[in-house]
Nanobody
């Protein structure tokens, strides 16, 4: 059983920064990609950023490009999302997602609230 546990969410003023973390635990977890998604109230879950686990190549939604940075730990057990220049429209529950060859895993989510 693999578990993804997010942390680092909270309340921040517009223009501020937060760093989200997602740690994998359980049996050996070898994803080929990790990603962050978010879901705002009344909206569908949307892609934020992804990182390939082997080569480290990254991809971002246009709405966060230049403000958010996804990275992984050297031990490849944790994925991070550094969020700078936060805007009220970034308010959402942020979910960590891991893809393996046979399964997909979601974390429980962490709330990010940006006040204007």
């Amino acid at each position: 059983q693999v578990q993804l546990v997010e942390s680092g969410g909270g309340l921040v003023q517009a223009g501020g920064s937060l760093r989200l973390s997602c740690a994998a635990s359980g049996r050996t977890f070898s994803p080929y990609m990790m990603a962050w998604f978010r879901q705002a109230p009344g909206k569908e879950r949307e892609f934020v950023a992804s990182i390939s686990w082997s080569g480290g190549s990254t991809s971002y939604a246009d709405s966060v490009k230049g403000r958010f940075t996804i990275s992984r730990s050297d031990a490849k057990t944790t994925v991070f999302l550094q969020m700078n220049s936060l805007k009220p429209e970034d308010t959402a529950v942020y979910y960590c997602h891991g893809s393996t060859s046979g399964d997909a895993y979601w974390g429980q989510g962490t709330q990010v609230t940006v006040s204007s």
